[in-house]
């Protein structure tokens, strides 16, 4: 393998081999018609997640991800992730959400919700459906991987009902095919793009979040401050331009205006 060749990894969040199976197979056959990739399927399924066990002790986010009593396989998977170029979440819609194999994975990995670090990494979506409900499922999961810090390439949304007609059958091979290129490019994007207001909005409002603490023991606290993040423009080193610049102070003033308001009232417990 050259350093050229880029890694990209499907997480399955379906223990089967089904519509999603299928169309995530078709993606793959027609990114590779524009370069090489070193290819990884992980079936969620096959991974020791302690699914649905997660008592909510927030220890990740306070602590640190190391204080979690679950030894499971959620480092190797995070791994994974770190050392892929590009991710592709793929997952049928069961009951309008997730299959409950991939929520228990974004669960999993909350903590990095709160410390992204995907930065310079392409993600995308893949979600099969019977009949309706998963745009707002492609839209939730491109929601979490742009928290997770990735660049996130808009993904798709494939009605896979079971038998399928020919008309039906060409529409996802084309709905497949515009997302497979729409992934390359975003996975060959050369540098770091400058954030939206909305990631920057995110971004500046966390960060003062964060700062508020003021408290050396929190994990999110040291974690901003290691990452130079208390002073930065934003989580990446990017030229945000005059009116973003601008933005960005007025919303650092609003942030603190608010945290040195809740400040001043009395705390429930
Ligand atoms: C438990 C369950 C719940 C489902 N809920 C929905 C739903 O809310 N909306 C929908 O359009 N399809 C729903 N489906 C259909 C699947 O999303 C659809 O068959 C999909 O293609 C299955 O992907 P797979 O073949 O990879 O398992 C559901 C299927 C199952 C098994």
């Given at each position: 393998?050259?350093?050229?060749?880029?890694?990209?990894?499907?997480?399955?969040?379906?223990?089967?081999?089904?519509?999603?199976?299928?169309?995530?197979?078709?993606?793959?056959?027609?990114?590779?018609?524009?370069?090489?990739?070193?290819?990884?399927?992980?079936c969620l399924n096959d991974y020791n997640l302690n699914t649905g066990k997660c008592k909510g002790c927030k220890l990740c986010f306070n602590k640190g991800e190391e204080y979690c009593s679950f030894n499971d396989d959620r480092d190797l998977l995070l791994e994974i992730m770190n050392n892929s170029d590009g991710v592709v979440l793929a997952t049928p819609n069961y009951s309008f959400q997730v299959t409950a194999l991939m929520k228990n994975f974004i669960d999993r990995l909350s903590f990095v919700l709160h410390r992204?670090?995907?930065?310079?990494?392409?993600?995308?979506?893949?979600?099969?459906?019977?009949?309706?409900?998963?745009?707002?499922?492609?839209?939730?999961?491109?929601?979490?991987?742009?928290?997770?810090?990735?660049?996130?390439?808009?993904?798709?949304?494939?009605?896979?009902?079971?038998?399928?007609?020919?008309?039906?059958?060409?529409?996802?091979?084309?709905?497949?095919?515009?997302?497979?290129?729409?992934?390359?490019?975003?996975?060959?994007?050369?540098?770091?793009?400058?954030?939206?207001?909305?990631?920057?909005?995110?971004?500046?409002?966390?960060?003062?979040?964060?700062?508020?603490?003021?408290?050396?023991?929190?994990?999110?606290?040291?974690?901003?401050?290691?990452?130079?993040?208390?002073?930065?423009?934003?989580?990446?080193?990017?030229?945000?331009?005059?009116?973003?610049?601008?933005?960005?102070?007025?919303?650092?003033?609003?942030?603190?205006?608010?945290?040195?308001?809740?400040?001043?009232?009395?705390?429930?417990?």
């Amino acid at each position: 393998m050259t350093s050229q060749v880029k890694k990209v990894t499907v997480f399955l969040g379906t223990p089967r081999k089904g519509a999603t199976y299928q169309a995530v197979q078709e993606f793959v056959a027609n990114l590779n018609t524009y370069t090489e990739i070193d290819w990884e399927y992980v079936c969620l399924n096959d991974y020791n997640l302690n699914t649905g066990k997660c008592k909510g002790c927030k220890l990740c986010f306070n602590k640190g991800e190391e204080y979690c009593s679950f030894n499971d396989d959620r480092d190797l998977l995070l791994e994974i992730m770190n050392n892929s170029d590009g991710v592709v979440l793929a997952t049928p819609n069961y009951s309008f959400q997730v299959t409950a194999l991939m929520k228990n994975f974004i669960d999993r990995l909350s903590f990095v919700l709160h410390r992204p670090r995907f930065f310079g990494k392409a993600l995308t979506v893949i979600v099969a459906q019977g009949v309706f409900g998963g745009s707002s499922i492609v839209k939730y999961l491109e929601s979490v991987g742009g928290d997770w810090g990735f660049q996130v390439v808009k993904g798709c949304c494939l009605t896979a009902i079971e038998p399928r007609t020919v008309v039906e059958q060409e529409k996802i091979t084309q709905e497949i095919k515009k997302a497979a290129a729409r992934f390359y490019k975003g996975l060959m994007r050369p540098t770091l793009p400058a954030p939206s207001f909305f990631r920057l909005f995110k971004f500046r409002i966390s960060r003062t979040m964060m700062m508020g603490i003021q408290d050396e023991t929190y994990r999110d606290y040291r974690y901003y401050k290691e990452k130079g993040w208390d002073k930065s423009d934003y989580y990446y080193d990017v030229s945000l331009g005059f009116i973003k610049k601008l933005t960005g102070r007025f919303i650092d003033y609003l942030g603190n205006r608010m945290v040195a308001k809740r400040k001043t009232m009395t705390l429930v417990n």
